[in-house]
């Protein structure tokens, strides 16, 4: 039996984790897929306090160290559902459950998809959704990346340096991310920008080849080398329905106290129903979530 069970070990999950093991509630952070959560696809990050730059992957690992050091432990498990008990919660998971006083749900988004048909058979293949674990195998290559918000035009920063081509396909009429990234990238000279654009088809055999675009109405075939999708993300929430009121959007209804329609069940980070999702905030989430739960679990 742990205290507190934090799911998810991006940073919402990983502060929670610092927060409560230095409190010291015994901890349990359970991931499914990798540390670090989205934050960790992204190239550099120089918007967080204390770093002028640093990698996504490069802070998902040091906040992982330091919630480990201070004694919280880690399972590898995908939890399917959460159940309310008279000790307090069991974690379900394919491989058996877990059991904890108060439960921080943490679990952020997955990559929005194209939607098209044959989009999975290409993944690693030609279509990618994060430049850090996968530009490398473009370099000198031609590439695209769909999407126009801070994480389309990072990668495109990142993948001009080692690509001999980038091209932005945008579905809008203009660049939705920050003003900073929009001017670097008209300084290089190897990165173009179509607006108005959407992919409708993905060719190839063993391998992506070209991409059909639809740009007003004008149909056309790009020769591609590799595609990343950076079109937003889904909230992975579909496990708590039984614990948390969720919208219509598949986001955990809560508000800034983090908490949700069960008793010591809180929910952190960008699952959460909310206005601004940024790494900053998500570490705030983290940290009134990790004191609210410990609060709960002195209170039994």
Excluded at 164 to 184: D, P, S
Excluded at 211 to 220: P, Y
């Amino acid at each position: 039996m742990y205290d507190i069970a934090v799911i998810g070990a991006g940073p919402s999950g990983l502060t929670a984790a610092v927060y409560a093991t230095r409190a010291g509630k015994k901890v349990l952070i359970i991931e499914s897929t990798s540390i670090g959560g989205q934050i960790a696809s992204s190239p550099k990050v120089e918007n967080f306090p204390t770093y002028k730059s640093i990698s996504g992957m490069e802070l998902g690992d040091k906040l992982f160290e330091q919630a480990t050091s201070l004694g919280a432990e880690l399972e590898l498990a995908e939890i399917t559902n959460v159940k309310k008990t008279d000790k307090g919660f069991e974690l379900v998971h394919d491989g058996g459950k877990f059991e904890a006083k108060s439960v921080i749900i943490a679990t952020g988004a997955k990559h929005r998809k194209l939607g098209l048909s044959n989009e999975e058979d290409f993944v690693g293949n030609g279509v990618g959704y994060c430049v850090v674990c996968d530009g490398e195998f473009y370099r000198g290559k031609d590439v695209a990346i769909v999407g126009g918000g801070n994480t389309a035009l990072q990668s495109a920063i990142y993948l001009s340096n080692i690509c001999r081509r980038v091209i932005i396909l945008q579905n809008l009429a203009f660049l939705t991310g920050e003003k900073t990234y929009v001017e670097q990238l008209k300084t290089k000279k190897n990165v173009l920008t179509v607006l108005n654009t959407v992919v409708t088809k993905l060719n190839g055999s063993d391998k992506l080849e070209s991409v059909e675009i639809n740009n007003n109405g004008n149909r056309q075939i790009l020769k591609l080398d590799g595609l990343f999708i950076n079109i937003g993300q889904q909230p992975d929430t579909k496990a708590f329905k039984n614990v948390c009121d969720i919208n219509e959007y598949g986001y955990i209804i809560a508000d800034e106290s983090c908490t949700t329609k069960t008793p010591g069940v809180f929910v952190a980070g960008d699952c959460r129903t909310k206005r601004i999702r940024q790494l900053t905030t998500a570490v705030g989430d983290g940290s009134i979530a990790a004191i609210s739960a410990c609060s709960y679990v002195d209170s039994l």
